[in-house]
């Protein structure tokens, strides 16, 4: 039947964006004549345009298809006209397109996937708009949106995009409305990808087709279908989704997020270490000797590529914080360290950890007698305790890095929130550097080569305080901050 359908056509006029329908000359077998006939399928505007009929039958016509639109149906208008017997096939699709007969309406319905009402509403609580930039008639446009409940939260505008003016477009766009661009063309997508980056916004644009190439590529993120996209499609995109589920463009942002999250951990981790490593030199330096190196180098190199490693790792396979998707978009210049994570590294996470290493350095020190400027090198009194006294530095680094592998968890939420087992990557972390720190304590091979020495109890029993202090000083700045945050209750 196919192959019988395609004999019979004389010349094809493809769809035209601009114009909005497309025509098929083909020949009229049906009742044995040898006539040429012209089929025309379109936007009904721009076929009634092209009709022979009464302004009063138009008019009734418009409204039909309004009233299909509205029930979100994309409607299309069906004419046709027959040629003279010995007339030549039209050569410009204008004189093909002409003088044409209605033939009548046909609406189709392409429902929305069930996901996609659920995705919007994602899309709202984390701050986003989504303004549909389509072909359709306005009506069915909106009918769509509704559906699926673009503008519920800020309202929708329909604009007829090839009305616009530049000077309407900003207007809308600075609007807090989601909009409805209806009967756009190809152009149309690039214009408003160019308008929405001129006002500092950052844009994502969806296509398939070959004509959406330009604006997929202009978009700081071109989506792409995978499945039924085209390959010039693919190729101006930065992401294309296999599915071509518009869900999964959410799902894609809240890993975006996740893993920028996590890279801030990672990175607080591991800058919040650097401040308790550095005091004991500079509290060396600075008293001129008076006070005996508290952490060796050798120790320092165990810290940074053994103990904190694992830790530092799994927290790059953290879980989404509780409100990842609620949090308003970051700004575009916002970069991964911030002025708030420097602070938060070294004037709290880190100041907290040196002061209590110190601590525990300076406790062994006196519990032995020691006085500023006391030798403790080899062969003097006082050496077995500046080992221990090393070693409880040594220690407490360390269990301050747990307190501080907890509190980087989370920037907003509170760890009960998280839940302590919810990472247990970051739990084998620990218990591997537990494991790592008491072997380099208690081995006597070990011992000699890291200048480190058995702990006292009494010694153990403060270091093992110090995880608790760590992370419980910065759940007191999360929730602080939360309160800070949280809106007045109402009245």
């Given at each position: 039947?196919?192959?019988?359908?395609?004999?019979?056509?004389?010349?094809?006029?493809?769809?035209?964006?601009?114009?909005?329908?497309?025509?098929?000359?083909?020949?009229?077998?049906?009742?044995?004549?040898?006539?040429?006939?012209?089929?025309?399928?379109?936007?009904?505007?721009?076929?009634?345009?092209?009709?022979?009929?009464?302004?009063?039958?138009?008019?009734?016509?418009?409204?039909?298809?309004?009233?299909?639109?509205?029930?979100?149906?994309?409607?299309?208008?069906?004419?046709?006209?027959e040629l003279p017997?010995?007339?030549?096939?039209?050569?410009?699709?204008?004189?093909?397109?002409?003088?044409?007969?209605?033939?009548?309406?046909?609406?189709?319905?392409?429902?929305?996937?069930?996901?996609?009402?659920?995705?919007?509403?994602?899309?709202?609580?984390?701050?986003?708009?989504?303004?549909?930039?389509?072909?359709?008639?306005?009506?069915?446009?909106?009918?769509?949106?509704?559906?699926?409940?673009?503008?519920?939260?800020?309202?929708?505008?329909?604009?007829?995009?090839?009305?616009?003016?530049?000077?309407?477009?900003?207007?809308?766009?600075?609007?807090?409305?989601?909009?409805?661009?209806?009967?756009?063309?190809?152009?149309?997508?690039?214009?408003?990808?160019?308008?929405?980056?001129?006002?500092?916004?950052?844009?994502?644009?969806?296509?398939?087709?070959?004509?959406?190439?330009?604006?997929?590529?202009?978009?700081?993120?071109?989506?792409?279908?995978?499945?039924?996209g085209t390959d010039?499609?693919?190729?101006?995109?930065?992401?294309?989704?296999?599915?071509?589920?518009?869900?999964?463009?959410?799902?894609?942002?809240?890993?975006?997020?996740?893993?920028?999250?996590?890279?801030?951990?990672?990175?607080?981790?591991?800058?919040?270490?650097?401040?308790?490593?550095?005091?004991?030199?500079?509290?060396?330096?600075?008293?001129?000797?008076?006070?005996?190196?508290?952490?060796?180098?050798?120790?320092?190199?165990?810290?940074?590529?053994?103990?904190?490693?694992?830790?530092?790792?799994?927290?790059?396979?953290?879980?989404?914080?509780?409100?990842?998707?609620?949090?308003?978009?970051?700004?575009?210049?916002?970069?991964?360290?911030?002025?708030?994570?420097?602070?938060?590294?070294?004037?709290?996470?880190?100041?907290?950890?040196?002061?209590?290493?110190?601590?525990?350095?300076?406790?062994?020190?006196?519990?032995?007698?020691?006085?500023p400027g006391d030798?403790?090198?080899?062969?003097?009194?006082?050496?077995?305790?500046?080992?221990?006294?090393?070693?409880?530095?040594?220690?407490?680094?360390?269990?301050?890095?747990?307190?501080?592998?907890?509190?980087?968890?989370?920037?907003?939420?509170?760890?009960?929130?998280?839940?302590?087992?919810?990472?247990?990557?970051?739990?084998?972390?620990?218990?591997?550097?537990?494991?790592?720190?008491?072997?380099?304590?208690?081995?006597?091979?070990?011992?000699?080569?890291?200048?480190?020495?058995?702990?006292?109890?009494?010694?153990?029993?403060?270091?093992?305080?110090?995880?608790?202090?760590?992370?419980?000083?910065?759940?007191?700045?999360?929730?602080?901050?939360?309160?800070?945050?949280?809106?007045?209750?109402?009245?």
């Open positions: 039947m196919l192959a019988d359908r395609d004999a019979r056509i004389v010349k094809l006029f493809r769809f035209d964006a601009r114009l909005r329908l497309m025509s098929v000359i083909t020949w009229d077998t049906a009742g044995g004549g040898g006539r040429m006939r012209i089929n025309v399928k379109g936007a009904p505007e721009a076929i009634l345009r092209r009709c022979v009929l009464p302004e009063d039958e138009r008019a009734a016509v418009l409204a039909a298809a309004d009233r299909l639109a509205r029930r979100g149906l994309r409607v299309l208008a069906i004419a046709a006209r017997a010995d007339a030549a096939p039209p050569v410009r699709r204008e004189d093909a397109e002409t003088g044409l007969h209605l033939i009548g309406l046909t609406g189709l319905y392409d429902p929305p996937r069930p996901e996609v009402a659920e995705a919007v509403r994602r899309c709202h609580t984390a701050g986003l708009r989504i303004h549909i930039v389509t072909g359709d008639d306005g009506a069915t446009a909106a009918a769509v949106a509704a559906q699926v409940g673009i503008g519920a939260r800020r309202r929708h505008v329909v604009a007829e995009a090839e009305r616009l003016t530049d000077r309407h477009l900003d207007e809308l766009l600075t609007d807090d409305a989601e909009i409805v661009f209806a009967r756009s063309s190809p152009e149309t997508k690039l214009k408003i990808a160019d308008a929405l980056r001129a006002h500092g916004q950052v844009v994502a644009m969806t296509g398939d087709g070959v004509n959406d190439a330009p604006a997929l590529h202009r978009a700081h993120i071109g989506v792409a279908m995978g499945r039924s010039v499609a693919r190729e101006a995109s930065t992401m294309v989704l296999t599915d071509d589920d518009f869900a999964t463009i959410v799902t894609a942002i809240e890993s975006g997020r996740r893993v920028y999250d996590n890279v801030r951990k990672f990175i607080l981790y591991i800058f919040a270490h650097a401040v308790p490593e550095i005091v004991p030199f500079l509290v060396f330096a600075l008293s001129g000797g008076l006070i005996p190196l508290p952490l060796t180098v050798l120790q320092i190199l165990a810290i940074d590529l053994g103990t904190e490693t694992l830790p530092a790792l799994a927290l790059g396979r953290e879980p989404a914080e509780p409100g990842l998707m609620s949090r308003p978009p970051r700004p575009a210049s916002q970069g991964v360290i911030s002025r708030a994570m420097l602070v938060r590294a070294w004037a709290q996470l880190g100041l907290v950890s040196a002061a209590l290493v110190m601590a525990a350095f300076f406790y062994v020190l006196w519990r032995a007698g020691w006085h030798p403790t090198g080899p062969g003097h009194p006082l050496h077995h305790a500046y080992l221990t006294a090393t070693t409880a530095t040594f220690a407490g680094l360390v269990t301050c890095q747990v307190g501080t592998a907890f509190a980087a968890r989370t920037d907003h939420a509170s760890l009960h929130e998280v839940g302590l087992t919810s990472n247990p990557l970051l739990l084998g972390g620990i218990v591997f550097e537990l494991v790592f720190t008491a072997a380099l304590i208690y081995v006597p091979v070990l011992q000699d080569l890291f200048g480190t020495a058995a702990l006292p109890i009494d010694v153990l029993a403060i270091i093992a305080v110090f995880p608790f202090i760590v992370w419980g000083t910065d759940e007191l700045r999360r929730w602080a901050v939360r309160r800070h945050a949280a809106p007045p209750p109402a009245t």
